[in-house]
């Protein structure tokens, strides 16, 4: 089974930037794409952006657009979400996901999620 760990949350200031990793271990190679979710008070967990290992292509919540960007490392273990211009409704606890993507973000695996607080 695969194993999801995040790191790099915290606080940050409305217009400034955090950068987000999530390491895989276990069993990845069952794994064709990593990303990220959200999570907000009170709210449904939401896709955030995604990267597919066999041809890089990225996606990206039109909500993030143009502000965040995802990454992997070239052994597709690892995946990077740096965040900028930040804003308060950025808020929330991420997720890093594994599995595959098609039209849509199929999850096989979590992690334990990282919480992000934007103060204004």
């Known amino acids: 089974q695969e194993q999801l760990v995040e790191s790099g949350g915290g606080l940050a200031q409305a217009g400034g930037s955090l950068r987000l990793s999530c390491a895989a271990s276990?069993?990845?190679?069952?794994?064709?794409?990593m990303g990220w979710f959200r999570q907000a008070p009170r709210k449904e967990r939401e896709f955030v952006s995604a990267i597919k290992w066999n041809d890089g292509s990225t996606y990206y919540a039109d909500s993030v657009k143009g502000r965040f960007t995802i990454s992997g490392d070239n052994a597709k273990t690892t995946v990077y979400l740096q965040m900028n211009s930040l804003k308060p409704e950025d808020t929330a606890v991420y997720f890093c996901a594994g599995g595959v993507y098609y039209s849509a973000f199929l999850v096989t695996s979590w992690g334990q999620g990282t919480q992000v607080t934007v103060s204004s």
């Open positions: 276990g069993r990845t190679s069952d794994q064709f794409a």
